[in-house]
């Protein structure tokens, strides 16, 4: 949809031939009507000129990727037409696009019956949802008297989606980490959890019997049969539950804990993915949002999406979040806690899951050392503790944390090298033949 106006850029043209008229009427000179005609006839060919911009100019937006990573390059072509047979001396293009940092409007000028391209590019440095366009373009006649404006109201969305980094260390857990791989809860079916022995009853099967502890127990005239118990062993679905919390979240900009908070959820839950896992989330920001575990690429860019939304304006606690979480999570499930709250409310909610059998760990985000009030603040490691105590594993991350980054910069572009012939051969090709130019407003076939 596009909205076309013409107006007069200042009345004072209409005004002098006004009065000019009036002179002219009441006291006729040469002077004034040579005055008066000039004026009239230049303000005549202004208003046909500015006509004739206004039936032939367009606009054409077009982009490259509907999508992109922090870091990649978001690039767009615009195409201005004339079909008009006067030309515009000067055209704005005012582009009204939320993205941070990326300016794509352009003055030009253009002649008839012709047509101006041009390309922009940015940077994407923050993750988000963000919309390009509405655009204007705006030009008038050479004297500057009367001003088009062509109001182009199409948008499209686009998604800057978080980094993902790689996590071994914190996903495995061994030596002295705190807490353990187990529920701790008691199940009559055989796992590989094996947690305590206990005296045999009638109708224990004979290969749950701990022949070591029936050996090392038993006396004469005092035998008796020990057989093993077993902790519920974990199940390989994941929740990930992001504490999005207002009142907890510390820093500006990418040194902040709700950025920290976000790769951490994304590398987590590609990590799990590529092992075959199903990963659900659980977010509140304004409202709750909850993804169902699944399995799959599909997945990963629907936990991103997600994530690329995601910031930290919740007014509930985690504590409250984890109230709300609880029955969706089912026994047996395994749930990825990331925060920075040092709340003791939140380690009551989690007794709550830890009792209904669902294998729990954590990633305490230090926000001491995004505040700027110390290195490591007491509260972060009083909840580590806590957490211990509870048998659960948590690592603290602190400000600095180098993320080894997966996923590497879009290659848009081929690159080239020059023999010693003089010849140019492309060394790599990129991706720039492959991605089409789709029109804004318009999605890909």
Same mark, same amino acid.
């Given at each position: 949809?596009v ?8 009345r004072?043209?209409l ?16 002077v ?5 005609v000039?004026?009239?006839g ?8 500015a006509?004739?911009?206004s ?11 509907g999508?992109?990573?922090?870091? %990649?390059?978001i690039?767009?072509r ?8 006067v030309p515009?001396i ?7 696009? +939320? ?9 030009v000028?253009?002649g ?6 041009w ?13 390009l366009?509405p655009?204007e373009?705006?030009?008038? +006649? ?13 948008? %499209? ?5 978080p980094?993902v980094?790689?996590l071994?260390q ?15 809860v008691?199940?009559? %079916?055989m ?11 009638p ?8 022949w070591r502890?029936?050996?090392r127990r038993s006396f004469?005239?005092?035998e008796s049969?020990?057989?093993?118990e ?6 390989g ?5 992001? %504490?999005l ?12 804990t709700?950025?920290?908070?976000v ?7 590609n ?10 989330m659980f977010?509140?920001?304004d ?9 799959g690429p599909?997945q ?6 997600a ?8 007014e509930?606690?985690f504590g409250?979040?984890?109230?709300k979480v609880d029955?969706?999570?089912g ?5 990825s ?5 040092? +709340?003791?409310?939140?380690?009551r ?13 954590a ?8 505040d700027g ?17 509870l048998?659960v ?5 602190r400000?600095?944390?180098?993320f080894e980054?997966?996923t590497?910069?879009?290659q ?21 033949e ?10 890909e076939s």
């Amino acid at each position: 949809m596009v909205e076309i106006t013409l107006r007069m850029t200042s009345r004072i043209p209409l005004v002098a031939v006004a009065v000019l008229l009036l002179l002219q009427i009441f006291s006729p000179a040469p002077v004034i009507q040579f005055v008066l005609v000039t004026i009239a006839g230049v303000l005549g060919l202004a208003y046909l000129w500015a006509r004739q911009l206004s039936r032939g100019i367009s606009l054409q937006r077009q982009r490259r990727y509907g999508w992109a990573q922090v870091g %990649d390059i978001i690039e767009e072509r615009f195409i201005l037409h004339n079909e008009s047979w006067v030309p515009a001396i000067w055209a704005e293009v005012r582009d009204f696009s +939320d993205l941070p940092g990326y300016q794509a409007g352009r003055a030009v000028g253009i002649g008839a019956q012709n047509t101006v391209r041009w390309t922009t590019e940015g940077r994407c440095e923050r993750r988000g949802i963000y919309t390009l366009g509405p655009v204007e373009v705006l030009v008038g +006649d050479p004297f500057g008297m009367f001003e088009v404006r062509l109001t182009h109201a199409y948008r %499209d969305q686009f998604v800057v989606y978080p980094p993902v980094a790689s996590l071994p260390q914190l996903l495995e857990p061994h030596g002295l980490a705190r807490g353990a791989a187990r529920t701790n809860v008691r199940t009559l %079916d055989m796992t590989t959890n094996a947690s305590s022995v206990r005296d045999w009853v009638p109708g224990d099967a004979l290969n749950r019997i701990h022949w070591r502890t029936t050996a090392r127990r038993s006396f004469a005239n005092n035998e008796s049969i020990y057989v093993k118990e077993y902790d519920l062993e974990p199940s390989g679905d994941l929740w990930i539950i992001v %504490d999005l919390a207002a009142a907890a979240h510390v820093g500006e900009g990418t040194e902040s804990t709700e950025e920290y908070a976000v790769i951490l959820a994304a590398s987590l839950a590609n990590q799990m993915l590529r092992a075959n896992h199903a990963v659900g989330m659980f977010l509140y920001c304004d409202e709750p949002m909850v993804i169902r575990p699944a399995r799959g690429p599909q997945q990963l860019w629907e936990l991103l999406r997600a994530l690329a939304g995601a910031h930290a304006v919740c007014e509930a606690t985690f504590g409250q979040v984890l109230e709300k979480v609880d029955p969706l999570i089912g026994r047996g499930i395994s749930a990825s806690l990331i925060t920075p709250s040092t +709340d003791p409310e939140w380690i009551r909610g989690l007794s709550t899951l830890l009792r209904r059998g669902i294998h729990c760990s954590a990633l305490l985000l230090d926000a001491g050392s995004f505040d700027g009030h110390g290195p490591v603040r007491t509260g972060t490691q009083g909840v580590l503790g806590a957490l211990a105590d509870l048998g659960v594993s948590g690592h603290i991350i602190r400000r600095g944390f180098r993320f080894e980054l997966l996923t590497q910069r879009r290659q848009q572009r081929p690159e080239y090298k020059v023999l010693g012939t003089g010849r140019v051969v492309v060394t790599r090709a990129g991706t720039e033949e492959e991605a089409a130019w789709v029109s804004v407003g318009q999605r890909e076939s």
